[in-house]
């Protein structure tokens, strides 16, 4: 399957897996919605034992997991939502058909704004179906985004600490590999962030791409990116 990915038939099931993929999304959203509904008490109570047990790598793993957890529920439950929307708009164009503006005998005025605002029914399903895979998609996206900025800050902590706060280096190479170490990580951090707000902006200039690059190649394995797969990170 893996050497067959350009063949026609392949595209033709990546298709029919998209078009019915909302069944799939549905599924796992109610599973994990229940499963995070659970588990995120208990991660509270175990993440209070670890701060006060001044376990700090501990706690910082708990509070990502906290942050995720709470991420995830809020778009799941709004994905929910909006599929839920979708659902009931299907089964009422099955019903009704698509909008018979001129059925509806309203004046030219609000005729021209619905026509313009809402347009067809189709369209409204089309557009609430990508809103609903675009959430979805974003659910996960989101968990990478912030264990990409936890990894970013712990990046930081391990240079000092190996560094910086390490009384068995000398002073002045403390100050030659920490100093510059760190400033490459937070330029590097503020470039991938520029660069993914801008969607590629960086990696479009001839020039800023070459500087860029070693930024790009060290906070991709930094922030996971290439477990995202996301052309903007």
Not at 21 to 38: M, N, Y
Not at 84 to 89: P, S
């Amino acid at each position: 399957m893996s050497q067959d990915y350009n063949t026609p038939a392949f595209k033709k099931l990546l298709q029919k897996l998209q078009e019915e993929s909302w069944q799939l999304e549905l599924l796992i959203s109610g599973f994990a919605i229940f499963g995070l509904f659970t588990a995120f008490p208990q991660i509270k109570v175990i993440a209070t034992a670890a701060e006060n047990d001044e376990n700090i790598y501990v706690f910082i793993v708990l509070i990502t997991a906290l942050i995720s957890c709470g991420i995830l529920i809020f778009t799941l439950m709004l994905h929910v939502i909006l599929r839920g929307v979708w659902i009931g708009a299907l089964g009422l164009r099955y019903v009704s058909g698509d909008i018979d503006y001129e059925t509806l005998n309203y004046t030219e005025k609000f005729t021209k704004y619905l026509k313009k605002k809402v347009g067809s029914f189709d369209k409204y399903i089309a557009r609430l179906e990508d809103y609903c895979s675009i959430i979805f998609a974003i659910s996960f996206l989101l968990i990478f985004y912030v264990i990409a900025f936890i990894f970013t800050i712990v990046a930081i902590v391990f240079v000092v600490k190996l560094t910086l706060d390490n009384d068995s280096m000398d002073d002045t190479l403390k100050l030659w590999l920490g100093i510059p170490l760190i400033i490459f990580i937070v330029i590097g951090m503020l470039l991938t962030f520029l660069d993914f707000i801008t969607l590629g902006w960086l990696k479009r200039k001839k020039w800023l791409s070459r500087i860029y690059f070693p930024f790009y190649w060290v906070f991709s394995k930094i922030t996971l990116s290439f477990f995202i797969l996301y052309p903007f990170v």
